[in-house]
């Protein structure tokens, strides 16, 4: 069956470091793959999308990669700020009409 | 311009009970998708509709039914209600193949 796996721990770093968040997947051909993030009590904020054919997209200080071979995407968040703080989930689409398969989200932490 | 909009925010209901819930996409969406999301886990699929019809939908017994209007606002309609349908039900709206416009929400405790 189809399975998407994040980091169910949540992910401390301090205030100006990278985080990088981490997506698995198995038993699927996603055509393309989202993240979003979502505050408590929240519904989830669109952050970016990549496409099966596309290896890097970046937005401000947002970085996503996307490998295919390995069935995974990696998401970064650049000097990373106290209010970046949320759980980020991803999402993977396409295969099976457009509805989008998420996973458990990983919750980040950015200590001042 | 305003988004997902979603009602009510809150809603508390008896077992055995039916609920329906509301939307209404964003400015220009036509496709209005329902998600279900348990605490502390990622949101479900439960349908999607698109010029008023079911045009797919996810892996929920059919207590779960929808609608879709001309003006593309849509419903969500969960009869027979149990504990385990408490949850956040989130409505997107989307161009296809784009990013979702997710709303804030319907919290449904079943009590």
């Known amino acids: 069956s189809q399975k998407i796996e994040q980091n169910s721990e949540a992910l401390n770093i301090q205030e100006g470091k990278t985080a990088t968040l981490t997506c698995n997947y198995t038993?699927?051909?996603?055509?393309?793959l989202q993240w979003y993030r979502q505050d408590p009590g929240r519904g989830p904020v669109f952050l970016l999308l990549?496409?099966?054919?596309?290896k890097e997209k970046r937005k401000e200080r947002l970085k996503v990669t996307f490998d295919t071979t390995l069935k995974q995407s990696l998401f970064h968040i650049t000097a990373s700020q106290p209010a970046d703080s949320a759980t980020y989930l991803c999402?993977?689409?396409?295969?099976?009409?457009?509805?989008?398969?998420f996973g458990g989200g990983t919750r980040l932490m950015v200590k001042p | 311009d305003a988004g997902v909009t979603q009602s009510p925010t809150h809603l508390i209901k008896t077992r055995g009970q039916q609920v329906t819930l509301r939307c209404s996409p964003k400015?220009?969406?036509?496709?209005v998708s329902w998600y279900q999301q348990a605490l502390g886990q990622g949101p479900q699929f439960i349908f999607q509709?698109?010029?008023?019809?079911?045009?797919q939908r996810g892996n929920f017994p059919d207590r779960f039914s929808g609608h879709q209007f001309p003006n593309y606002s849509s419903e969500l309609n969960v009869n027979a209600l149990l504990l385990g349908d408490s949850a956040l039900y989130l409505c997107?709206?989307?161009?296809?193949?784009?990013?979702?416009?997710f709303g804030s929400g319907t919290r449904l405790t079943v009590v």
């Open positions: 999402a993977l689409g396409g295969s099976a009409g457009n509805m989008l398969t």
């Open positions: 038993n699927y051909s996603p055509a393309y």
């Open positions: 997107a709206s989307s161009p296809t193949g784009h990013g979702y416009t």
């Open positions: 400015s220009g969406h036509d496709t």
């Open positions: 509709y698109y010029e008023e019809e079911e045009r």
């Open positions: 990549i496409r099966e054919n596309e």
